[in-house]
């Protein structure tokens, strides 16, 4: 049985100004060299289409029950997984596990932990390679402190050079399923996910390929796996 891609409404303003211009294109050959062109630029227009079908794509995911699991919220690659103080939302030392995704990747975000959103907002910044380390602290990003039962989770979605913004669709005080839809960066991108250090225990490693809601990150310390 042939299943259809499930994309995101969030193309459609895209989609719109792709055949926005083929519209004027086909106003400016109407009125100056004629319709022989038209081919070619219909053409590239159902090209332009097609990516940004496969670029929002949206699939289902299967996310693991297991009770101890933290979950990738992204697609892609692991940067790095590095120590440091988080000050603003965790007030401890932290881990935090960086995920790179590229154009190819699907770019709906997922929550990696269950629990409740303390804070949701988007902070302004440059736009220099996310797979650059400096990019977490200066590029533009969507941020959630989502706080769970055992641990809580910072959540940063940070554009590069490419991307030119990151949503998220929870709000302030509303909870989220581990492995639910929490936003989407538009066009590559890297997502940052900061623990508190004591709570867990990494389970991957720069280099590795990981998928949202599927992939499992590392798990909480001191409670079983049932």
Known sequence: MIRIMQVRPEMMPFALIVWGLWLLVLLALWWTVGLRPLPVWTGICVFLTAFLCFFFRDPDRKTPETADAI?????????????LREDQFLKTDAICISVFLSLWDVHVTRAPITGVIREAAYV????????????SQVNR???????GERTSCLVKQIVGIAARRAIHWPEEGQGVEKGERIGMMK????????????????????????????????????????
């Open 71 to 83: 979950i990738s919220g992204a697609d892609g690659i692991i940067l790095g997984v590095q120590t």
């Open 141 to 147: 990003y969507s941020l959630m402190f989502i706080e």
């Open 187 to 226: 066009f590559g991108s890297r997502l940052d996910l900061t623990f508190p250090r004591k709570d867990i225990t990494v389970l991957v490693e720069k280099g590795q390929r990981v998928k949202a809601g599927e992939t499992v990150i590392a798990r909480l310390t001191g409670i079983s796996a049932q």
């Open 124 to 135: 302004p910044g440059k736009a220099i390679p996310a797979y650059k380390e400096t990019s």
